[in-house]
């Protein structure tokens, strides 16, 4: 029997307000006041589809019970990679055996319920547990529709068959050339066709036609469905497919327009990651990708549902939201600002490739070390311990994780000249519990919030960009624990 084993999610702390964003605008765009409403996620300078993806993975699969997965899928389509595997570095990150298939997988609304799909389908064939994550952060031209209604967010499953809390009962997939919207190779923001078409045409008629074929292939009736998960960010699509297939309207989950926007390929998984959090044993959860068609995967709960230890999930971290107003500083996180920096931004940031293939479990896995013979750790890892009086016993280091480890502020600086682009930049020594310590950059930490002994956590952030050559650097920052 295969299905969902675990489950996670990830969405930003930074909330924001429609309101703002449509006041700003409203001399050039006044109709835009039609998506006043509520606030969307908003990712921080620092985060990207690869950070939350991570996020999203390590709230699915806590570091003590990581165990290894066969094959790490990530869908997006708006990963920072278009030739650098973006699957890879979320392996690297996870600290996973290099002997994992990582793929990554894109070009459509519905790759992530298409990802989601192969991964069912590959643990079937006998190819061991998979991790799938969707991830999504994607770009909308300043004062546009797809500004409001976007969301950055990203939701991970575990799929396997060994006591799943949900079975896949079946799926059903439709492949058409509908273009509701594109973008092309080198283009900047997405093209949309008329709205009015593309609700009626497409996500009204073409998945309605895919909910009932897949209903009708699984011997299935629409009162059979406890939850209807329809992603699409379309007023009133969910209801048209609803009564369609003669499903319940009680059964219509609620969207998450208004609290944290709609996060393109990511958003069936994280409405399935949310509605797990709640599913009873015996419920069926149909789910609806779209794009260029429509996949519907029909997942029935499972009684090892009542003793899963559930995730943070969609609701817990939106419960840990901070509402942001100001318009320009989301411009300039989303790239669609370019603001004078000065002079402390002009180093050169062009990363030795070498170095970091040679150091990636450091840079990028958070890997320190042990000392077999004392018991000591530190980070980074070097060939002499901290505190050895010679270099008696240099080669009984052992791998040490230190990611997942609590950590504690020992000592930090607010730096108002350092450039960082969400000023002051935070940083100290931050000491872990089982002990080690490291000089860490602080994220996601508010004016006056920093105190020595505020508890933390170790967070996968994006470290500086290389704007002329396009390459992104990842490091690991310190964030106030919230659980």
Known sequence: MVGIVAYGAYVPRLRLSRAAVVQANQW???????HAKGERAMANWDEDVITMAVEAARDA?????????????????SAPFADRQNAGVVKEALNLPDDVLTQDVGGSQKAGTGALLQALHACAGGGGTMLCIAAERSRARAGSE?????????????????????????SHSLSLDFVDHFRGRDADYDYAWEARWTRDEGFVAIVSQAVRAALD????????????????????????????????????????????????????????????KTAQPGERLLLVGFGQGCDVLVFEVT??????????????WLARR????????????????DLERGMRAEMEQKQPLTALYRNRKTVLG??????????EVQFPRSTIGVGA????????????????????????????????????????????????????????????????????????RIKAVDEKRAFTKYFWKAVPAFR
Do not use: W
Request: aromatic residues 6%; contains cysteine; proline residues 8%.
């Open 146 to 170: 797809a500004e409001l209604v976007n969301g950055d967010a990203a939701a991970a499953f575990v799929v396997g068959t060994k006591d799943p809390i949900a079975r896949l009962v079946g």
């Open 28 to 34: 050039f765009a006044p109709g835009l006041k039609a």
């Open 322 to 337: 901070k509402p942001e107003t100001n318009y320009l500083k989301h411009l300039f996180f989303a790239g669609e600002l």
């Open 389 to 460: 009086t010679d270099a008696a016993g240099d080669d009984t280091f052992e791998d040490y994780p230190f990611a997942d480890r609590p950590a504690r502020v020992l000592t930090f600086t607010a730096d108002h000249l350092t450039y960082t682009p969400d000023p002051p930049s935070y940083y100290g020594m931050v000491e872990f519990d089982g002990g080690g310590r490291m000089l860490a950059e602080f994220t996601d930490v508010d004016p006056g919030s920093v105190e020595v002994g505020l508890a933390m956590r170790m967070s996968f």
């Open 303 to 316: 009684e090892a549902i009542t003793t899963h230890a559930h995730p943070l999930g969609v609701d817990g």
């Open 217 to 276: 292939k699984l011997g299935l009736r629409g009162e059979d469905i406890a939850r209807l998960l329809v992603a699409i960010p379309a007023s009133g699509v969910a209801e048209a497919v609803a009564k369609a297939a003669r499903i319940p309207p009680a059964a219509i989950a609620p969207g998450l327009g208004l609290v944290l926007g709609h996060a393109g390929a990511a958003q069936p998984l994280v409405m399935l990651a949310q509605a797990m």
């Open 366 to 375: 958070l890997v320190g070390a042990r000392s077999a013979r004392t018991g």
């Open 61 to 77: 699969l806590p570091g003590p019970a990581r165990g290894c997965p066969a094959a790490v899928i990530l869908a997006s389509t």
